[in-house]
């Protein structure tokens, strides 16, 4: 009996020094170190920024191996090219001022050659369904031959967005289902062929 007291108040004893040794702990580093509750606040710094994207080189007007069917009339190319650049209509034999490509006779997907805006669409009695987009740098080029189209003027075109289904017209009636691509440089006609992988800051 008497050594279970004895135990019990050494037990005791040991609790009341360990208390007393973590309170006089606390103490001291409570007077050694300060607790910062603040926000640290960070110094301004320069925003990042991606690099600049290099400037997209003009494409071809659709994203199948699409063959030229209709060149644009240089006088300056050979024999073989011109020959292929005289459209009949009605009898009369006249120089292309397009290109035109088809597909196996099928329809295909027309794409815009670069980024732009559209800034018309009609129909056109000969040239079928038309869409004419400003692609900057004096550069407007008109899809033409279309059988379709879900663009509205004023829409936003980037590089190879759709621009219409290829379709059929009455002038180039004997190429049957094609795409007719027509481009003015600062209002003048140019072969649309001379732009493809030129960048727009290069072509004037």
Known sequence: MVNTKRNR??????IA????????SMLYLDQ????????????ESEVLTLPALSESTIALPMRIDAYKVMNYYDASKSEADRSMAVSEYEGVYRP???VCYSYEG?????????SGV???????????????VDHGSGLVITY???????????????????????GENRYYSQLGIHAQITAHLHG??????????????EIN
């Not at 108040?9 to 040991?14: D, F, G, I, K």
């Not at 003048?188 to 800051?201: A, F, H, R, Y």
């Open 9 to 14: 108040t050494v037990a005791w004893t040991c």
């Open 17 to 24: 020094l360990s208390l007393c040794v973590l309170a006089v």
């Open 32 to 43: 050694q170190t300060t607790l910062n509750l603040s926000v640290p606040v960070f110094e």
């Open 96 to 98: 292309s001022q397009s």
């Open 106 to 114: 099928k329809v295909f997907e027309v794409t815009a050659m670069i």
């Open 118 to 132: 559209v800034t018309d669409i009609y129909e056109d009695e000969l040239m079928g369904r038309c869409v004419e």
């Open 144 to 166: 033409q031959s279309l059988s379709s189209t879900s663009l509205n003027i004023n829409d936003q075109v980037h590089q190879y967005d759709v621009i219409g289904l290829a």
């Open 188 to 201: 003048e006609l140019v072969d649309p062929e001379s732009l493809i992988e030129c960048k727009l800051s």
